[in-house]
C-alpha cells in the first residue's frame, strides 16, 4: 500500500507470529545455525530458544502479570538477546536500563515503569543496589543475575548483599533445570518494550511499543532489505536505543545471525569488528561514518568482500559523510532510515544514489513511507495536508504508531492527535514536530524542528531536559543549553549559565555545574563546555533565545571557552 494512495490498513497478518515465535520456530528448522556470534561466543538457535524458554519460566514462576515490566540492567550482549526474549517469551514488556545512566536517573525509570523484575549481569549488580537506595518505593519483586556464580567469593559478598535488599534473587548458573514455559498468550496489541527517552519536564518519558507495531515494521524491513540466513547483521545500537530493535528482531525474525559489538573499542571504530565478524549488514546512525573516516578505518572497499548493504538511521546523513561512504564503497547499496522511537525504529527510507542520482550539494531524502506507514505533511498552523513542494509540519499514521507514553496520558493527547481526514474510527497520528516537504516524485525532505529537541551522535536530547538540570543548582540564576559546532564535523553540547551574585569562584562553579550534569543525565546530555554569561538573550515575548545564545557563544573568543 502507497503513502500517497491516501489509504490506511490495519496491518494484514503477522507472517511468521511474534518475535519469540520466530526463534522457537528457527530452533525447529535450523537448530544449529548459529544466532548469536559476539566474536568469542556463539549461541545456535536451538541454544538461543532453551536459554529463552528457561528465562521465560522463571519469570512466569515469579507471576510476572501479562505485560508486566522486566527491566534490562545490560549492555549490548548475548545476555541481553537472551533476556529480552524471556520476556516477551513470558508475555511480558522489557525495559531497557542504560548501564552508564546515573544511578538516580534509573531508579526513576523502575519507579515510573513500576518494573516487577530486573536482569542484570554480575558487573552491574553494584548499580542495581545504588539505584535500589534511592527509590521511595520499591516495586522489583525479582532480580535474576546472569553470568554469576556464589563459587566466586566476590560474587557471593554482592548476590547475598542484594538478597538482603530484594525478595527474590535468582542466580542463573544456579538453576540447572526448569520446566518448560507455559504457552504464550501472544497477543498482537500486548507489549513488548519501553523506551525511555528525554522528556522536556525534566524527567524521561517511556514510548510504548506492542509487538503489532513492531510486527508492522519487520514485515517491512526484512522483505524490503531481503534479510536471510546467511545474513550476518551487526548490533552496534545501544539497546537504549529503538535502532537495535531492528538489529535484533530482524536478524532472529529471518533466522540470520546478529553480531553484537560488545568491546567500547569496536563501538567506537567499528572497522575491525565490520571485517572480523565478516558483517553482511550495517545498521547504525550515521556518524559512526564519521568516526570510520577519522580513524583511516574506512578505505576503498575495506568492506566489500562481505557486506552488501549500509543503513543508517536516526540523525539527518549529512551529504559529505554519504559521499565518503559512496566514493569507497560504490557498490553497497546504502540507505537513509527515518523515524521516531514513537512510530517504531523507522517509518520511510530512501535509497542514496539508487532512488534518485546522489548531488553532494542536496540535503538527502528520506525517501517514502514503509509498507503500512502514511506520512502527511500539514500546514504549520492547521491540520491540512498541503500540496507538494511545501514545507509543512510532518506526522505518522498507521500501525507502527506507539499507543502512547507510559503513565502519561496528557501528554500522550497531545502528540497522537485524532487523523485530520478520520479514514476510519479511532485512526490516529502522531505529531512528530520534525518539518519537512514532499516533492514531485512523492520523495520527503527533512527540513529539521519546530522545538528544541536535538540529536548529537543519533542520541535525542531534549534541551529542556539539560536546562531543568541547570536549573536545579542553587548557585545558578539561570542556565540554558545548546547544540553548537566546536570543530567541523564536531557538535558539543554547551551551557550557558548565569551565576548569582554571592556564587563561587568561576573554576569552581564550572566544576559544579558539570558534576551536577553528571549526577542528573546520561552522559550523552552532559555539556562539553559552560560559558558564563551576565544574562541570557531574550526574544520580545520573554522566552530565552538560544539562536542569540549560540551566535554570543560563537563570538567569544577560544581561549574564553571554559572546558
Ligand atoms: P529517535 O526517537 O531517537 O529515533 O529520534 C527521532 C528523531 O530523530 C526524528 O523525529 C528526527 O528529528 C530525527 N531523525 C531520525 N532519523 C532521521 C533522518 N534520517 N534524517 C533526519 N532526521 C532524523
Known sequence: MGANSGLIEPLSHLDGGLVHQAVTHHAEVRPHHPALDDGKRVLNYKQLADVMDKLARLLQDSALPRNGRVGLLLENSIEACMAMLGVLRADGCYVPLGTHFPAQRLADIVTQAGLHAVVVTDKHCSTLLQLE?????????VVIVLNATTNDPKQAEI???????????LVWEEIEHTQPPWPSRNVEEDLAYIMFTSGTTGKPKGVMITHRNINSYLLWAVKHFGFHPADRISNHSSITFDLSVMDIFGTFRAGATLCPVVS???????????????ITVWFSVPSVISMLRRSGQLQANAFAEHLRLALFCGEALPPDLAAAWLETHPQIPMHNLYGPTEATIACTSFWVNGDSPFNPQ?????????????????????????PPGTLGRLVICGPQLSPGYWGQPELTAKVFQEHPLKPYPGARMYVTGDLAYMDEQGLIHFSGRVDDQVKLHGYRIELGEIDVALASIPELEEGVAVLMLHAPDVPELVATVVPKEEALANEQLVQQVLDHCRSQLPHYMVPGSVHL?????????????????????ASLQNGSMIK
Open 133 to 141: 537506595a534511592m527509590l521511595e518505593a520499591n516495586p522489583l519483586q
Open 362 to 386: 542536496m540535503a538527502i531524502p528520506i525517501g517514502r513511507p514503509t509498507q503500512d506507514t502514511e506520512i502527511l505533511i500539514l500546514d504549520q498552523e492547521k491540520d491540512h495536508p498541503i
Open 159 to 169: 548476590i547475598h548483599a542484594l538478597r538482603q535488599r530484594f525478595p527474590t534473587v
Open 533 to 553: 554569561l551576565s544574562q541570557l538573550p531574550r526574544n520580545p515575548n520573554g522566552k530565552v533565545d538560544r539562536k542569540k545564545i549560540k551566535e554570543i557563544v
Open 264 to 278: 567500547p573499542g569496536d563501538r567506537a571504530f567499528p572497522g575491525k569488528f565490520l571485517k572480523q565478524q565478516r
